[in-house]
T-cell receptor, first 110, second 114 residues
Framework: RKEVEQDPGPFNVPEGATVAFNCTYS??????FFWYRQDCRKEPKLLMS???SGNEDGRFTAQLNRASQYISLLIRDSKLSDSATYLC???????????FGPGTRLSVLP | NAGVMQNPRHLVRRRGQEARLRCSPM?????VYWYRQLPEEGLKFMVY????????ESGMPKERFSAEFPKEGPSILRIQQVVRGDSAAYFC????????????FGNGTRLTVT
């Protein structure tokens, strides 16, 4: 089993749709969780950290379920500019410190 | 506050030459990570360094690749005797501490080996 798994995608949704991404992780000792977005041929950019109580930033809501070792990202009222690959990142208490999921690609269609 | 700076943005090397990729972390960050990304693939961890120390190099190929983060100056990823398979985007990231602070990425160096 991979350490961090994400929905395989791609997701193709119309503008204005609500879309949810799921991520599961295997290391129960993980402490920090993040969502990044990566545009084609660009560097990953931090979208938001994920806190235990859940957190919201505008149209984006992140949830953490430690018991199920599951993280989610919800995007409401999706825009064309939301088209990107969304990466789930989980901290690891060894060596490299961060484990990246494979990413889920989102295309928002006009 | 400048972000993570990588240079060059694009680097072209012939097979057998050496490639040197530089990364200056964000101000105040002492943790540096290097990742490689092939087209249409995910990020692959290569190496994690702190000042003057390699903490984890489990993702580095055993030969031709080396990395350093000296006390003064940028972190360097060095690839000797490049081959076509080394063509990729190489991203550097830095963080404030080892676990709780997120990674901040540079805009990458795109290496093309001809």
């Amino acid at each position: 089993r991979k350490e961090v798994e994400q929905d395989p995608g791609p997701f193709n949704v119309p503008e204005g749709a609500t879309v949810a991404f799921n991520c599961t992780y295997s290391n129960s000792a993980s402490q920090s969780f993040f969502w990044y977005r990566q545009d084609c041929r660009k560097e990953p950019k931090l979208l938001m950290s994920v806190y235990s109580s859940g957190n919201e930033d505008g149209r984006f809501t992140a949830q953490l379920n430690r018991a199920s070792q599951y993280i989610s990202l919800l995007i409401r009222d999706s825009k064309l500019s939301d088209s990107a690959t969304y990466l789930c990142v989980v901290s690891a208490n060894y060596g490299q410190n961060f484990v990246f999921g494979p990413g889920t690609r989102l295309s928002v269609l006009p | 506050n400048a972000g993570v700076m990588q240079n060059p943005r694009h680097l072209v090397r012939r097979r057998g030459q050496e490639a040197r990729l530089r990364c200056s972390p964000m101000k105040g960050h002492s943790h540096v990570y290097w990742y490689r990304q092939l087209p249409e693939e995910g990020l692959k961890f290569m190496v994690y360094l702190q000042k003057e120390n390699i903490i984890d190099e489990s993702g580095m190929p055993k030969e031709r690749f080396s990395a350093e983060f000296p006390k003064e100056g940028p972190s360097i990823l060095r690839i000797q005797q490049v081959v076509r398979g080394d063509s990729a985007a190489y991203f550097c990231a830095s963080s404030l501490d080892s676990l709780n602070s997120p990674l901040h990425f540079g805009n990458g160096t795109r290496l093309t080996v001809t």
